[in-house]
């Protein structure tokens, strides 16, 4: 049974920093890539990065570029999400993913999202 267990989320004011963390069971983890979305309350799932199987290729939204860093450790399963300066507008949950390829392609996530299959972690941006 696949698994992906979120962690890492809370409460921080802008311009912190979070790492979140996603460790997973159930696959073949470095035979995948794997992905970060988010979704805020009353707005949709939005893809936030992606990983290619080995973590040499990485792919950021506009809108966390330059702030976010992807990476993951396949010795572990886990796959990481550095947070920083946090704004009001990263609250959401966090979820991860995986995926068959990477693509730099940001619409290709959500087209290929099966579904999530974890609760996520809660990420709360406020003063």
């Known amino acids: 049974e696949v698994q992906l267990v979120e962690s890492g989320g809370g409460l921080v004011q802008p311009g912190g920093s979070l790492t979140l963390s996603c460790v997973t069971s159930g696959f073949t983890f470095d035979d995948y890539a794997m992905a970060w979305f988010r979704q805020a309350p009353g707005k949709e799932l939005e ?68 579904g999530l299959r974890s609760r996520g972690t809660q990420v709360t941006v406020s003063s």
Request: hydrophobic fraction near 35%; charge should be neutral.
């Open 47 to 114: 893809w936030v990065s992606a990983t290619s199987w080995n973590g040499y290729s990485k792919f950021y939204a506009d809108s966390v570029k330059d702030r976010f860093i992807i990476s993951r450790d396949n010795a572990r399963n886990t796959l990481f999400l550095q947070m920083n300066n946090l704004q009001t507008h990263d609250s959401a949950v966090y979820y991860c993913a995986e995926f068959k390829a990477f693509h730099y392609d940001k619409d290709y996530y959500p087209a290929n999202l099966g």
